[in-house]
């Protein structure tokens, strides 16, 4: 093996022709590979254990109060999930000036606008909404727990939502509308008031069936009112405040394989070791082979290279997943460690590659990163051990979250580099 830039053989060719007087190619002398002098680019693809040190998956980014919207299933690949939604006061004023006096509520519906998910789009959904009669955090609420934060837990008296009073029903069909009218009666509209103050309506949202995801768009509460000096109907409406979802079971720990994205979402903080030598190619190095230094070169595209795996279906991105990339600071504080600037703009990710097409290469731009990487180790003769954050670029964002493979196997992360030797002589 030899080094790509021979600057030694160069100075005693040059100094023996001097002395001789070379003015020709001498035929019996050996052919060192002096023959091309332009620049060459080569691509080489580092396997995973040559510059992975260690993949760490962290959840709890966020919550699903975040995307203000809620998600509502049933039998979901034996996932279910209910939204809880959290509504302002009863207003005490019409809301138009041409109506005067003391608000009387007659009656009322809810109106819920869903985005369908999953499931059969032209069945009927049977959608049930209760009134929640325990005090939940929107932030942190989950099936288990009314309350879930580092200051103290309150567990559900029931799991899923504790114990609850119908409000009304309906069944909604997909192909028909994306919205739906539940009636209620003033009895029902009187049950819900709550004194001024004190904690505003609260509902939850339910399918029942079997194979059915909704995403719930948004919701209102609809009171029919009038006055002593009006009694002539109208509508006042009490917007929701608060959205928030919660699941069960929640998706199995990752065994390996890397996650990104999701409610509240995952991220993958990869460390990596770049090697400051590889092999280098033909083109680069001619038949004899040579180790480029990494330093040496000019690097003109680095990608991480990713294969998607089939999220579990419940949980499969509905929409394009933008991943982010960002240098982790303080890896000592993860997984609340401070991240530096994007790398790159975020990447895109179609859905499909995390169900059908699953197997599908992703490659994520790396490039001003790794270069800052090389110019250091050009200074101080030593790579530094450098630890990447994936997440999406909005967070949260999804219901669904991006799955990678991990380590071992075909799929496993590989780093793409392509270099341009720019020494100025060149070899076959």
């Not at 962290?58 to 975040?66: A, C, H, I, K, V």
Request: charged share 15%.
């Amino acid at each position: 093996m030899r080094k790509l830039i021979l600057r030694r053989y160069i100075f005693l060719t040059a100094m023996v022709c001097a002395a001789a007087g070379c003015t020709e190619e001498i035929s019996t002398a050996p052919d060192l590979g002096f023959l091309k002098v332009n620049p060459r680019t080569a691509e080489v693809l580092i396997p995973f254990e040559d510059f992975i040190d260690e993949v760490l998956v962290f959840d709890g980014y966020g919550s699903t109060s975040d995307i203000g919207r809620g998600w509502v299933a049933a039998d979901l690949d034996g996932l279910n999930a209910r939204t809880l939604v959290g509504f302002d006061e009863y207003p005490t004023t019409p809301s138009s000036d041409q109506n005067r006096g003391v608000l009387i509520f007659t009656g009322g519906r809810l109106v819920l606008h869903f985005d369908s998910l999953a499931g059969e789009l032209d069945s009927r959904v049977k959608v049930e909404v209760y009134q929640v009669e325990e005090e939940w955090h929107p932030e942190s609420v989950n099936w288990e727990f009314a309350v879930d934060t580092t200051g103290g837990q309150r567990a559900w008296s029931q799991p899923g939502g504790g114990v609850t009073t119908l409000v009304g029903a309906a069944n909604f069909i997909p192909e028909a509308s994306d919205s739906l009218s539940i009636p209620i009666d003033s009895a029902m509209v009187a049950f819900l008031k709550t004194e001024p103050g004190a904690r505003p309506p609260a509902l939850l949202v339910a399918a029942v069936g079997s194979g059915v995801s909704l995403q719930l768009v948004k919701m209102a509460l609809v009171l029919t009112s009038s006055t002593f000096l009006n009694p002539e109907p109208w509508e006042e409406t009490v917007p929701a405040v608060t959205t928030s979802f919660m699941f069960d079971p929640a998706p199995p720990p990752s065994s390996g394989w890397l996650r990104v994205g999701g409610t509240p979402s995952w991220r993958s903080v990869l460390t990596m070791s770049l090697p400051r030598e590889v092999t280098g190619t033909p083109e680069t190095c001619g038949s004899v082979g040579c180790e480029i230094d990494l330093t040496e070169v000019h690097l003109n595209l680095a990608e991480l290279v990713l294969t998607t795996r089939q999220t579990e279906l419940a949980f499969q991105p509905q929409d394009t997943t933008g991943v982010d990339i960002r240098p982790v600071l303080s890896p000592e504080l993860l997984p609340k460690s401070p991240l530096g600037e994007a790398v790159a703009f975020p990447k895109g990710v179609p859905r499909e590659v995390f169900a059908g097409q699953a197997g599908t290469q992703v490659f994520l731009p790396l490039t001003p990163l790794l270069v800052q990487v090389l110019d250091s180790a050009a200074v101080t003769g030593t790579v530094p051990v450098t630890s990447i954050a994936l997440f999406t670029n909005i967070e949260p964002h999804l219901i669904g979250f991006a799955s990678f493979e991990g380590a071992g196997g075909a799929g496993a992360p590989a780093l793409r580099l392509l270099y341009t030797v720019t020494n100025p002589v060149g070899l076959p």
